[in-house]
């Protein structure tokens, strides 16, 4: 999988510097730190340009603290995301570096990457509601080093809203839409700009909403070329996506 | 059901013109004509302002034919929606006053009412593939006498198509949209107009489209109020429903 | 948008009374008051015939204190929707003139536009759970000056309830059907009447109910036309709607 | 299984007159016939009340016919649902005693038992595209020697169609409620009547109909009760069941 | 729709003894009581062999107590459905004669009909966990005055139980078969007796289980007919049907 | 179904010692212990190879101990699956030999069985989440008598994980993928290893993962064949195909 | 991957006989053939145990001989699933030694693998219109050297045919159950046998029978456990599934 | 919306060179060409930086060819996608400059834009029979002027054929992923890359697939971040999105 790995023990089995055994046993045991309950990826960085991010659903308290800190070891940083205040506080308790960002409900242990110059990242919302989920993709985004432009509430009962801030919109390099309801707004904005749309439907709504299946249905059907789609309330997926196509994410 | 007939029996039998026995009868058979296959609902253009429309799927060509004469021979009118050309062809062999509106998919036998005078129902479909259930819409509305303005492929990819033509929207007293995809364009009109929407999704699309799925949730899900939904390709439903709310249909 | 503003400013501009870069300005931060989290959409009254109305699940306390009070100071009236109590006590302590309506879930700050003559609005239920959506879709009907109708608990298990009340609906100018379970109210009271019938499917039931979808289908598929559905408990669209039909909304 | 039966053979063991083996064999062997691609249940008359009808989807004509000769040969009796009339021709070149039912796609080879005196069993539709799914219920009623009472095109848009027709559905003993579209007539006809009701969902309709997925959820949802259910297009089970509880098929 | 009625009042008529605005008025108020929030059924006992029962959820406690004095009064019974005992002690306080079934989650004010001679009705079940919606449909069959054998986990995991009980079935007059899971048993009891069986699946189980509706369409698709189906968890439905089919409960 | 057990009676009945009807009540009442709730299928373990499991949700804590007893009576062993640690209590309270397996939720009454000598289980799961799902299945297959190899975190993300446990998973017999979110770990595996591969999807994830659906599908459509799967978040399900196919459970 | 070709080529490097350069090249172009189109796995049968097969479906003829012949070439065998006749005759065209099996729509070219000793495959279906699923997995067992025993038609609705087969279904060694409709013959199998049961839903039914979903579902949930499942219509799954496990394919 | 022709016409009316009355009548006409039964977007390419491309289904051949005639006037290019090889006769024979790409069926009317340097779009599919949606994003991705490399038949059953190529994915500046069946393939590029992953869900599967559904689930729900998704079957969508990130589209 990784070449220069492989083309480095290959020079140095040649060179008769590294036994067969020895060789196979590194190649079997490389690249990732084993806690029984985890494998934490420390090769992830190297393969596709930052660490790997802890998801906080379903894992205990102790389990998270462990993990952030081996992250926090290798890497000088450790990102959780979906998680409440109270994991924030037992990890300060470990005297480890936390910033908590209460509306995205991610911690950071450590620095985020410094910020980049321009293009920065616009992230719209149809409404109010949608902002924690445009938080978690915004504060991904920032921590990767991107500035980001937001543009909250400009959803289509009020369509100038969005017009009258396209100039700041198509100025960025990438553009994360953050809807709800019947997500109409990743068409519109696909159809306004030349930049590329991820398009993160939300789970706001009710009835026929099927907890952010219309939107999510609209999203993938848009008429609008050039709108791509991530999971209901998937903030974190597109913050990713974002930073690696507008800068910063990647190396 | 009906006071004044029930009155004007009771009064009869009162008067002692009516036998019992007769007044039992009468209300027991009365409002419909038995084809055994069909129970015609001659009283519906009393009840609800116009005669019953023949929904021409699943029927046998006799069966239609013997419908269609039965209603045209009490209303002078009648009136088979989403069938073909060659369901026209046999009832003019039948020497009825035939119109078959290609598009739409409907045969009128008769005369459509005479047009009244403003407001318009404005039809406005997404794209060039919604025409056929946008047509439907229109004829109906235009059957029962009123003036449609159609307003063809101003979906939101390119919305200063729908903009520009603001103006003459507003001026119609109710507003038929019409699109599949998506259906983003209900939400849209929904947010620019104080006219009541009515929006119909199509089965246009493929994929996550669902045959209209995507479309009929993102319309039941509108973030803009005063939008209302009929069923996926039902122009004949948002055509009558626009009719009844317009002018032309009742009375 | 806007023509008539856009006039005025064109004839500003060409009197030499408005220079270009003002002209600009304006055209593009006009019409919405910015609060960082919404977007108020203060152009919506003059777009659509009432102002905007808020969407209470989903935001804070605070936000929709913010938002009201600015709603308030423009237009003189704001209205919010699925809301408990508590909400409007806090408004109240800011000393602003609050109704709560219980069942509606609605606070109204301000005066209800003034009732306007007949023809009223017929809310209907299928049954006695179904009264608060059918009490939403009321209330907003009232606040924008119609009067309204209530009957409820006539579903279809026993429809004499219905069809002894026909006289009463039929003079409505509008017919909100309120229902649950199977939903089947909404296509027999659209076989009954010539008034345009908007059918709201509820949550109520159980099973095979699927939280409304029952209901939701049987409505879309209604064998009798004039009927057209809102999303599920979406007893405020449908009191839009009928409102814009009726009279009193606009202008 | 059948202790009748049981008991025989365990009265000839004890009497000496079949050795264990035989003994085993004959309840091992016991109660159908193997075709190899098909094994005939003989014993079901026994059980149930009536010989395994034959369900002609998804078999050749070579199978049905084996099949038919088989079940003929024992029960004097042979029938086969959802066929064409192909099938009953080639049945006819067998010398076998064929009756092709066309809009039911019944074949009954050897003859209907004999009627028995009321009550009947009331078959009621909605329309005339359900004649066909309702049709296949009738048949097998009177296949099974009931009288049948058809009341068909009696759907909920003109409800007097049905009231009008009350009194004979009362005088039946069972009801078979045939629907597409929105399937209301389900719980229309058992908020009216004290027999219990079979309603049979069909596929006719479009769109948000789902291929009958919304008649079968508006049946399943009845706020009436007395209404119980069969798959989509079942006239088939709807007609066994209602013989069962009617009379003539047990025994 | 009462034909008795409609004649007895069209000889008073006829003889004088009843002014027609009288016999209108009688004709439009006849057959329910109106509290505002609820339209009693007076008049479904007359109608179905019954009267209303009282649906316990979405209904305040003030508004079941009114309801059930109102039809205690009239009919010296009411029964309540998915009611928790508090409701029933509320009741008590009222001076009413209740009683809790609290395994069927049933109010029963007054007394059961008395038990009629065989047959009974058999109620089995998959599992232990099926046995609340189980005792839903017992109690209200024996309410009815209907015997009732209870067979409770036999489900097809061990079919030898549900085989070994098979006389005692085969004597019901029709036969419940409750079950959750993967609701087999349905099928497997239609294939095994005559008598006619109501199919009620349960939401037991998880995952795919999707609240119940594996085992409903496993029960819709029985290929073993004479089997009809309730919705998911509505024993009440099936304790009707079954009391209905089975006697006791019509006149 | 038992032709020894039947063989053996018909020997007796033959032999005189055994009288026609006890044989028959012999035969109707064998094979299960009837509780009334519960008819426990003492049979089973002759029959499958183990006892009946108790399926811990929706039966009450007097229900489990009474059923628990009379399974721990009859064969040393009783195995309850997804009940919490207060059941255990209870039980340890009534003198059983308890003990809790915490992550898998399962309750052992007795010993498990010995561990037999190689192949082991392999259980793999996609992430830490996932855990308590591998342990309902690991700690069944220990209790059958199968050595568990457990290989926690190895998911799609980084795969080298998995990769380089493969000379591990291949000297299994059978192993168990557990996943959630997109489950594509069950086809990864499926596609490197000549074991069988039982998938069990789970319902970690959010949004568009539908509880577990979004796995599922994922693990029904393996392009890599050898896999099979059961319910979402069935770990009892798994382990208990694996122990039939590896070792142990059988005989 | 393989460890033991790394072994060989770092000892090769080790030894000097293979240049750094050459190694890395031979790494990364091992184990496929690329024809632009396909990139045949022929690591496949060192992985797995048995070639790559080819799935008919929407491949043209062209692409599947040139597949064919490349796999027949290293492998001395190859399998198509999913095709009809004409492709078989093209093949033959080519001068491969072509074998077509018409209900299982296979193609074998080459020999299948010698039949070893017991035990044999099961496979059973519910109908006789499930044969043709049954055939693709009995006939892929009987390619890798098992032995299969048929037991067609043995569905619930008459389950002596089921029972009265036991003895030979316990002697297999796994267990195919094919099922369609109602899909319940999978749980009353996995309750009788202590052999693994490998349950294939099929797309034969109708209605709310959704194309086998509710086969799928009911085979998910089942009862029973030692049921894994494989995708609706899966022969070719279950057929590869059992062979692993039973014998004569791995190896 | 576009403020720098909006300044433009200011400065104009400034200037006192275009009359009020012109200014408006521009503003309100400006940008799309009215077809009738099309508008078609001439502002797209200023807006989003390419022309309004025709979505074939749903379009007579009249109407295809009167828009490619305008659009291709205007743009100097036109393309067509879903479109069979009849239409791009019925365009040859109009003297327009077609060419036909059969797998990708898109019809490009005039020149693809000139290739830019690297990095390319790489394109890599699970399977054969996905190849044509992959031509489709292909092809678009050259018409708009970046490289493509193919990677064909790279699925998950056979893992090395990917990780041997990675290299070359590793070089490009964007993936798309075209997958069927189960689409894992998504979710293991996304874990081996830095670069941004386009996951198309193909159609390509049968059963429990649901014509697409399980692999967009699967997509949807990838643990690894940095995959956006589009609709079933777009690769059109894809391609425009790819090419938007990678190059060559915008300016």
Redesign the interface.
């Known amino acids: ?1 990784n ?1 220069d790995l ?2 480095n023990i ?2 140095q ?2 060179a ?1 510097k590294l036994p ?1 055994d020895k ?2 046993q590194e ?6 730190l084993d806690l ?4 934490l ?1 420390l ?2 960085q190297r ?3 930052f660490p ?2 802890v ?1 906080g ?3 205990t308290v102790d ?1 998270i603290i462990e993990i952030v800190k081996s992250l926090y070891q290798h890497h000088s940083m450790a990102v959780v995301t979906k998680v409440n205040e109270d994991i924030a506080s037992s990890l300060t308790s470990c005297q480890l570096p936390v910033k908590y960002y209460h509306q995205a409900k991610i911690i950071l242990v450590g620095e985020p990457r410094p910020v980049k110059s321009p293009p920065a990242v616009a992230v719209i919302t ?4 949608d ?1 924690p989920v445009a938080e978690e993709a915004a504060v991904i985004c920032e921590i990767y080093g991107n500035e980001v432009v937001r543009i ?10 969005l ?2 801030n ?2 700041k919109i198509n100025q960025a390099g ?1 553009i994360i839409v953050v809807a709800g ?4 707004l ?3 904005v ?7 749309v ?1 398009a993160v ?1 939300t ?32 903030g ?3 913050g ?2 974002a930073a ?2 507008n800068q910063g ?2 190396k």
Chains 1, 2, 3, 4, 5, 6, 7, 8 share one sequence.
């Open positions: 999988m070449l492989l083309e290959l020079q089995v040649r008769g067969v060789a196979l190649l079997s045991t490389w690249g990732y029984g309950f985890a494998k990826d090769d992830r393969r596709v340009g790997e991010v998801y659903k379903g894992k389990q149809g409404g109010t509601a902002i909250y509430d400009a959803g289509v009962a009020g369509i100038h809203r017009i009258n396209l100039e990438i309801m019947e997500g109409a990743g068409s519109i696909g159809g306004l700009t030349p930049r590329p991820i439907p789970s706001v709504g009710y009835g026929a909403n099927f907890h952010g299946l219309a939107a999510l249905l609209t999203m993938l059907n848009s008429c609008a070329p050039g709108v791509a789609v991530v999971n209901i309330d998937n974190f997926g597109a990713v996506f690696m196509v994410l990647v």
